[in-house]
């Protein structure tokens, strides 16, 4: 059974920072990509990050380029995702998942966890 748990979030200023944390089980992590979503209120769920098995290869939405930092501790089933200068867009609630990366979108494999929640304030 895969379980997915984010931590983490938090209320912070704009400009800030915090780090998220996700511990994954129930697949064999280092076989898999890892991605981080978010929802804001109102609006859909949308893609902020991923990394592939190994953690050499990153993409990010472009909301979040140069600001967030994704990486991953194999060894402990555990993704991360760094956020500096965080802006009141910013604010959500924040998912991880296994993911698939295909050519133009990246799948997620299972079912969400809790999420947490990041709020940044002006």
């Known amino acids: 059974q895969v379980q997915l748990v984010e931590s983490g979030g938090g209320l912070v200023q704009a400009g800030g920072s915090l780090r998220l944390s996700c511990a994954a089980s129930g697949r064999t992590f280092s076989n898999y990509a890892m991605g981080w979503f978010r929802q804001a209120p109102g609006k859909e769920r949308e893609f902020v990050a991923d990394?592939?098995?190994?953690?050499?290869?990153?993409y990010y939405a472009d909301s979040v380029k140069g600001r967030f930092t994704i990486s991953r501790d194999n060894a402990k089933n555990t993704v991360y995702l760094q956020m500096n200068s965080l802006k009141p867009e910013d604010t959500a609630v924040y998912y991880c998942?296994?993911?698939?990366?295909?050519?133009?979108?990246?799948?997620?494999?299972?079912?969400w966890g809790q999420g947490t929640q990041v709020t940044v304030s002006s």
């Open positions: 998942n296994y993911v698939r990366r295909l050519t133009n979108m990246r799948l997620p494999l299972d079912s």
């Open positions: 990394l592939n098995w190994s953690g050499t290869s990153t």
